[in-house]
């Protein structure tokens, strides 16, 4: 069966609006999480209402609930945005350097500083609210399950899978240690200064997990 020229026209037509509403509700989508963080950033998960997302990204609470269903959804979503993220970032690291040194530079990189920010808001809210450290707990496991297919196509052909395993939880353990320690030094301080220390915390301890802990370092 062949089109005409006008079935062709329609055709695109009804393409193009229908490309123009996915992306005005992806823009939207974007906003409601941006609107969430940026509250949560400020006061913590009590901020975070749906009334006061809704008002912050310029919509209604009607269309809040039309694009998620909960707070929690909310929450949800911004987290499995930031750990796609990390896997960018993780992804763009060059094939060719070993990945404990990628992973450091990253770690310490100023230029991820707006990365950085997202991961020290959830880790603040993680160590202080129970709806943001389920919500946590369960993504960095579904997470974990990507970053061993991705250490393990990292490191040498043959490398003994355990290996690859624990390395890759220990990268997990090291920036949940950084961000445990950091919110007991600065009290979860989110500003520019704050996150700095955060990225500091988080390069010191990727480097005790990188050397071992035979030694204990002292000060």
């Known amino acids: 069966m062949s089109m005409s020229p006008s079935d062709c026209t329609v055709h695109g037509a009804v393409t193009a609006v229908s490309g123009l509403r996915e992306r005005k509700k992806a823009r939207t989508t974007q906003q409601l999480v941006d609107a969430a963080y940026a509250l949560l950033a400020e006061g913590g998960f009590e ?81 202080a609210a129970p709806h943001t450290k389920t919500v946590l707990h369960t993504a960095m496991l579904d997470w974990l399950e990507w970053l061993i297919d991705f250490v393990r196509s990292r490191v040498p052909a043959g490398s003994d899978d355990l290996y690859v395993v624990s390395l890759a939880t220990a990268i997990v353990s090291a920036a949940q240690a950084a961000i445990i320690r950091w919110a007991e030094q600065t009290g979860a301080d989110l500003s520019p200064s704050g996150v700095a220390a955060f990225r500091a915390t988080l390069a010191t301890s990727m480097n005790y997990f990188r050397r071992g802990f035979d030694a204990a370092p002292i000060g």
């Open 47 to 127: 901020a975070m209402t749906a009334e006061a997302i809704a008002d912050r990204a310029g919509v209604s609470r009607r269309t809040f609930f039309n694009y998620f269903p909960s707070l929690e959804a909310v929450l949800v979503r911004g987290v499995t945005d930031l750990l796609d993220e990390v896997c960018g970032a993780l992804e763009d690291l060059p094939a060719d350097e070993p990945l404990l040194e990628g992973l450091m530079q990253l770690a310490s990189s100023p230029a991820q500083e707006a990365l950085l920010h997202r991961v020290a808001v959830l880790g603040a809210l993680g160590t």
